[in-house]
C-alpha cells in the first residue's frame, strides 16, 4: 500500500511540475516585438551576474562550494537584484537546476540560460581544440550533442526563460583567448568561419525547438559584425543577442537590426567602467551617465514607443566588480587599474592612442574581501540606485513623453 502511495505521490508531482510551466513566446503586431509568459508581457530588466571573491578567478565555482554557503550568498545578491527591479539574471550552463528554481520561486527572478557553444575551445573525439574551427565535422557533432544535454537540463525547470547560444561568439573567430583586447575586423578567412558557425547555431537552435518549444531561442553576437550572414543563415532563431560597447550611444543598431534581420533584439551585455584611466580616479558619474543613456535607448526601442519598437529589454554588464580580469590568473587580490583596450565611445577618458577601458571596474557595485566562508559585501554605487529608478517604469505601459520625462528626471538627480 506504501509503494502505491509513494508512486502515485510521485507521478502528481511530475504532473504539477509539468503544467508549473509557463509557455514563453514572442509576439509580433504592429507596434512591435514583446516577449510574454502565458500571454503577459515582460520587459528584460535584466543583469550579467556571477559571484567570484576577490583572490580568485574564473576557475572558481560557486556552485562547489557548501550549500549553506551558495545559499547565503545567493540571499544576499538576489535581495539587491530584487530591490532594484532586476527581472531575470544571465548564467552560464554550469549552474544547477535546482538554484535557477530557488531563484525564481524565492525572488521571482528568471535566468536566461546560456551555453558558451565552443567560445573558449572544446574538446571533440578526444581533441583539444583550443579555438572552435565550425566547419569541422567532429566540432559539430560535439556541439550539437552538448547542445541536445544542454536542454534536458534545463527543459523542466521552473524560472528559466529562455536559451541563449553563445557569447560574442565572432569575436572568437579573432581573438585567440578570453581576455578582452581591441574589437577586430573581420577578414576572408574568418567570414568564412563565420558561415560554418552561424548554420551550426541555427542547427543547434532546431535541436532545442525539436526538445522544448516553450522557450525562445537567442544567440549573443559581438555587435551586429556579419549580420548579414546571420540574417541568411540563422532563420530558426528567435532573437538576437548583441554583446554591445559603443559608450553613451547604440546609434543606429536597432534600425540597423531591424532592416537587416527583422528579429526582435536583446542586449545580453552592454555597461561602463566606474574607472577614470587617465586620472585613476573612481568615476561612478560617468559609469551611471552612461547607463543612463543606454537604458533610455533600450525602453525608447521597446514596441509601441515609436522607434525600431523590437528591442525587449537587456541585461547589464555587470553586477560586481571582477577583479581578476586584466591578468586572468595573477594579481587576484589587486583591483588592477590597467585599462586593457581603446574605446572612443566612452569620451569621459579617451585619449587617442591610449587604452581606456579597465575590465575590473565594470560593477555597479564594488566588493570587499571575503569572510573566512568565502562570503563578501557589496557597496552599491550611483549606477545600482539609478537603475533602481529606471526599472520603476514598465515601458509597455507608458508614452514615449513619459518615458522621455522619467529619465530626464532621474539624470537630475545624478551626483557630480
Not at 124 to 149: F, K, M, P
Not at 211 to 238: H, K, Q, W, Y
Amino acid at each position: 500500500m506504501l509503494k502505491k502511495v509513494v508512486l502515485i505521490l510521485a507521478i502528481l508531482l511530475e504532473v504539477l511540475s509539468v503544467c508549473g510551466q509557463h509557455r514563453i513566446a514572442i509576439v509580433d503586431d504592429a507596434q512591435g516585438s514583446r516577449l510574454t509568459i502565458d500571454g503577459k508581457v515582460l520587459f528584460v530588466n535584466g543583469m550579467n551576474w556571477d559571484y567570484t571573491p576577490i583572490g580568485t578567478n574564473y576557475a572558481y565555482n560557486l556552485w562547489d562550494q557548501p550549500e549553506e554557503m551558495i545559499r547565503k550568498a545567493l540571499d544576499n545578491e538576489m535581495i539587491m537584484l530584487k530591490k532594484m527591479g532586476v527581472n531575470v539574471i544571465r548564467q552560464y550552463a554550469t549552474i544547477p537546476p535546482r538554484w535557477v528554481q530557488y531563484i525564481y520561486e524565492h525572488y521571482g527572478i528568471y535566468t536566461m540560460i546560456n551555453h558558451s557553444f565552443g567560445r573558449y575551445g572544446l574538446v571533440a573525439n578526444g581533441v583539444d581544440y583550443s579555438n572552435t574551427d565550425y566547419c569541422l565535422e567532429d566540432i559539430r557533432t560535439t556541439l550539437l550533442q552538448e547542445t541536445d544535454r544542454f536542454v534536458k537540463t534545463y527543459k523542466d525547470i521552473p524560472g528559466v526563460l529562455l536559451y541563449l547560444l553563445g557569447n560574442e561568439n565572432n569575436y572568437g573567430l579573432f581573438w585567440g583567448g578570453a581576455e578582452t583586447e581591441d574589437i577586430p575586423v573581420a577578414d576572408r578567412k574568418s567570414t568564412l568561419q563565420a558561415k560554418c558557425m552561424y548554420r551550426l547555431m541555427n542547427e543547434a537552435t532546431q535541436h532545442i525547438k525539436a526538445m522544448d518549444d516553450s522557450r525562445p531561442v537567442a544567440i549573443c553576437n559581438g555587435d551586429l559584425l556579419f549580420l548579414d550572414i546571420i540574417a541568411e543563415e540563422c532563420t530558426d532563431v528567435d532573437i538576437l543577442g548583441i554583446n554591445c560597447y559603443r559608450g553613451y550611444s547604440f546609434e543606429d543598431l536597432f534600425r540597423e537590426a531591424k532592416e537587416k534581420y527583422g528579429k526582435p533584439v536583446l542586449l545580453t551585455e552592454f555597461g561602463a567602467d566606474a574607472l577614470n584611466a587617465v586620472t585613476g580616479e573612481e568615476a561612478q558619474k560617468e559609469q551611471a551617465d552612461i547607463l543612463l543613456a543606454n537604458w533610455q535607448e533600450i525602453y525608447m526601442n521597446a514596441a509601441g514607443m515609436g522607434l525600431a519598437g523590437n528591442c525587449l529589454g537587456g541585461f547589464t554588464f555587470q553586477f560586481s566588480d571582477g577583479w581578476w580580469k586584466y591578468g586572468q590568473t595573477w594579481n587576484l587580490d589587486i583591483h588592477d587599474k590597467n585599462a586593457s583596450w581603446v574605446n572612443g565611445g566612452y569620451q569621459f577618458d579617451y585619449v587617442k592612442g591610449q587604452n581606456n577601458m579597465n575590465e575590473e571596474w565594470f560593477g555597479i557595485c564594488a566588493k570587499r574581501h571575503p569572510d573566512e566562508k568565502g562570503l563578501y559585501k557589496l557597496y552599491p554605487r550611483q549606477a545600482y540606485y539609478l537603475l533602481k529608478k529606471v526599472h520603476r517604469l514598465f515601458p509597455y505601459s507608458s508614452t514615449p513623453a513619459k518615458l522621455r520625462k522619467h529619465f530626464k528626471k532621474i539624470q537630475a538627480n545624478i551626483k557630480k
